[in-house]
């Protein structure tokens, strides 16, 4: 009976000194891993901030190319009523501005198109990776993602808008003169009011994004802040896992040796004290 205690004794000593040892590896692993993560959200937060940059690098391309497609389209309309009824003048206006709808401002929204689609996707890469990004009260419901579609938006609407002028000066083209105030007055002053609401629209995109990068920083401290907790509450709890295997282990010795090893310590306890 007496070798069978030893026997399970010593693989008790064995199971506890392992468990012990992986116990407090945990505690250092628990503090490697925080460094770690506070490491990959420091580099997404920099991610984010870079992005949120050429968003807003987008919105004020947008905003200036708003600004002076209105300046055309007001200057177009402006010109046809001036023209009155000569033909060869009115012409010249329309292939003018014709022109510059296809060399400058087409051109300049597919371009914005782009970099707006790019921003987006990089955006959206930075909401998948970072999922404690969710659990934040900032950003916690996609909001970098949502100003990178409002971006994305506007700039699609600025180019339906340019569409749909070109369009109009095109089928006045083909107008007879005395109908080409009646073609383009209606539609052009229509583009310049939409033109209008779109600037200011894109001016509060422009100032969703500055609060975003405003935020980034608050963000990352209470992401890091939660990181630390957690590692903390790990390291409590592989700490009373090492010392609960300790207290195994000395249990377990004690009955292989078949003496108490903190007998002495009993003895101390119970010296009364002078």
């Known amino acids: 009976m007496k070798v069978v205690k030893k026997i399970v004794s010593i693989i008790v000593m064995v199971i506890s000194a392992v468990l012990l040892i992986a116990s407090l590896g945990g505690v250092a692993g628990s503090w490697w891993v925080r460094g770690e993560a506070v490491r990959i959200v420091a580099d997404l937060t920099v991610l984010a901030d870079r992005s949120l940059e050429r968003a807003q690098g987008a919105v004020d391309q947008a905003g200036q190319l708003v600004q002076r497609s209105k300046d055309t389209i007001d200057q ?29 401002l087409s051109p ?56 749909d002028a070109r369009q109009a000066i095109k089928d006045a083209k083909s107008a007879g003169i005395d109908k080409i ?27 969703r994004v500055d609060e975003e990068q405003a935020n980034l920083p608050i963000l990352r401290d209470r992401i890091n802040t939660a990181i630390t907790l957690v ?19 000395v249990h377990a010795y004690g009955v292989f040796t078949g003496r108490d090893p903190l007998a002495r310590w009993h003895k101390r306890a119970a010296v009364p004290a002078p």
Request: aromatic share 6%.
């Open 181 to 207: 105030t009646e073609f383009l007055t209606g539609p052009l002053d229509n583009s310049s009011n939409k033109l209008g609401a779109l600037s200011g629209e894109l001016g509060q995109v422009s100032q």
């Open 108 to 163: 300049a929204v597919q371009r914005l198109t782009e970099l707006s689609q790019d921003v987006r996707d990089t955006v959206a890469v930075i909401d998948q990776t970072l999922t404690l990004w969710r659990l934040s009260p900032i950003g916690g419901d996609g909001q970098l993602l949502d100003i990178a579609d409002a971006i994305v938006e506007k700039i699609q609407a600025l180019g339906q808008i340019l569409t």
């Open 231 to 249: 590692a903390v509450g790990l390291t409590l709890i592989f700490l009373w896992l090492a010392l609960s295997q300790w207290g195994l282990f």
């Open 76 to 104: 177009l309309s402006t010109s046809i009523k001036d023209t009155g009824a000569s033909v060869e003048e009115t012409r010249v206006v329309l292939v003018a501005a014709e022109a510059l709808f296809d060399t400058d």
